[in-house]
């Protein structure tokens, strides 16, 4: 409650003239946002400037920020809307990045690796986040949302302006889904250690 | 006898809320298969929640207040000229209307005749007059068009070196 009261004289601060006030913002927000643009634009180079263009929206639409939602949820939801309007209108080229860094898991099932040397490595996290970047645009920004910016559901649904059940339904399948893809790789004992 | 086993939605919502705790405690004290299905998810659970993405670059915050403070001056100027042209708009007709008398002259040259079907003193008549004797208030409303239009000319063109200032010294 107090956060939320603190943020309002913080976005009151702002619309009053103290721009560099929006610095405060962007510390505590630039993690958020970051996650959400770079589990949807695939491009690293773009990702920054796809942020940067982010805050400079949150900023200019700062005066139609309602107090009644918590700002982490509004400036989810510009995050989100910004990254698929971006992805959308370069979709050809996004396409050509994800061949040449990208790793599938049939190029990771053709390596010749002990899966006992990647558990409790860095590999698995490192495999992971790749199987993470394979899944489609909605399921990787539910995990992102709930395991790394420990949202809960009715805050991811205001993001991703889907009903509660659907956000709920896409957790599960999308976690079920990485532990099947991890389990053609590994087996059941190697992940469990 | 056929064990019934949970199911991975079970699992999950356990992990998730510790939702029905007893009896999913219960059942993986009895049971292999599930209890190694609990331990995998597990441990997806605690990677995907250390599964950091690269970091953002060191001067991200920097360059992201320069455009920021970009933004704000454009508003700012924008406002301004909103405002400036509303004053510099009235201080026109103003201007206008001191040399050529044109307010009046529109008036009483293209709706005399409706004005006399519903009486017999003009409205704008008084208008007319008003002006004739207020004539100082006029000349007051024109000196501070002026002013502002001057000063909406120096404005504009001092916000507009900031701009550039800040833009050269962020490339």
């Keep these: ?193 | 006898m056929s064990i019934i086993h949970l199911s991975e939605k079970d699992i999950q919502e356990y992990l998730d809320t510790k939702i029905n705790k007893d009896k999913v405690e219960a059942h993986i004290l009895n049971c292999k298969e599930c209890a190694l299905l609990l331990a995998e998810y597990e441990s997806l659970f605690t990677e995907l929640s250390h599964n950091e993405t690269p970091q953002l670059s060191v001067d991200f915050m920097f360059q992201t207040m320069e455009l920021v403070r970009q933004e704000s001056i454009g508003i700012e100027s924008n406002k301004g000229l909103y405002l400036y042209s509303i004053f510099s708009f009235i201080g026109a007709l103003l201007f206008l209307n001191y040399f050529t008398g044109f307010i009046l002259n529109i008036f009483k040259l293209q709706l005399p005749n409706i004005s006399l079907m519903f009486t017999n003193w003009s409205i704008f008549d008084a208008v007319a007059r008003y002006y004739q004797t207020s004539a100082s208030l006029v000349n007051v409303l024109l000196f501070a068009g002026f002013i502002l239009l001057f000063f909406a000319l120096v404005d504009s063109i001092l916000s507009r070196k900031r701009v550039r200032k800040i833009s050269c010294f962020s490339i």
């Design chain 1, 1 to 193: 409650m107090e956060t939320k009261v603190n943020e309002n004289t913080l976005v009151q601060q702002i619309l009053d003239g103290q721009v560099d006030e929006f610095q405060k913002i962007i510390e505590k927000y630039q993690k958020l946002v970051w996650h959400l643009v770079s589990k949807i634009v695939k491009s690293q180079a773009d990702r920054e400037d796809v942020s940067q263009d982010i805050f400079v929206k949150v900023y200019k639409n700062l005066n139609s920020f309602k107090f009644e939602s918590k700002l982490s949820t509004w400036i989810g939801r510009i995050a989100y809307n910004s990254a698929i309007n971006f992805i959308q209108k370069k979709k050809p080229e996004l396409y050509e990045d994800i061949s040449p860094g990208g790793v599938t898991l049939d190029s990771l099932a053709s390596t010749n690796v002990n899966p006992a040397n990647f558990v409790g490595s860095q590999n698995v996290n490192a495999i992971l986040k790749k199987e993470i970047m394979n899944l489609p645009i909605q399921y990787k920004t539910i995990v992102t949302l709930y395991h790394l910016d420990e949202m809960n559901y009715n805050e991811i649904a205001e993001i991703t302006t889907l009903p509660i059940g659907t956000v709920k339904s896409h957790l599960f399948r999308a976690r079920k889904l990485l532990k099947d893809r991890l389990e053609l790789k590994y087996t059941k004992e190697d992940l469990c250690q």
